[in-house]
Nanobody, 115 residues
Framework: QVQLVESGGGLVQTGGSLTLSCQASGSDFSDSLMAWYRQAPGNQREMVAQIFKGGTLDYAETVQGRFTISRDRIKNTVTLQMNSLKPEDTAMYYC?????????WGQGTQVTVSS
């Protein structure tokens, strides 16, 4: 059974940093698309950052230059380093992985940025 487990969320002040981690189990995602999405109350879930099979990175414009996505192929993890956080970054953050056309989601970790 595939599981994606996020960790690292919390409460931080404006301008602070947080590192989110996602541990995948039940399947090897080292050669798959992995991503971070977020959803704030009343908003649609949106892609924040993604890392493709070949290593190409892609970011939402709102986080470009502040967030960095990376993966550890051996540990089967994906990490999101978030710097210069803003109140508008407050949301539930979800880990996403896609393999053989199937989408897998984690349960989410809450990030709250106070002003």
């Amino acid at each position: 059974q595939v599981q994606l487990v996020e960790s690292g969320g919390g409460l931080v002040q404006t301008g602070g940093s947080l590192t989110l981690s996602c541990q995948a189990s039940g399947s090897d995602f080292s050669d798959s698309l992995m991503a971070w999405y977020r959803q704030a109350p009343g908003n649609q879930r949106e892609m924040v950052a993604q890392i493709f099979k070949g290593g190409t990175l892609d970011y939402a414009e709102t986080v470009q230059g502040r967030f960095t996505i990376s993966r550890d192929r051996i540990k089967n993890t994906v990490t999101l380093q978030m710097n210069s956080l803003k109140p508008e970054d407050t949301a539930m953050y979800y880990c996403y992985a896609q393999k053989r056309g199937r989408a897998h989601w984690g349960q989410g970790t809450q990030v709250t940025v106070s002003s």
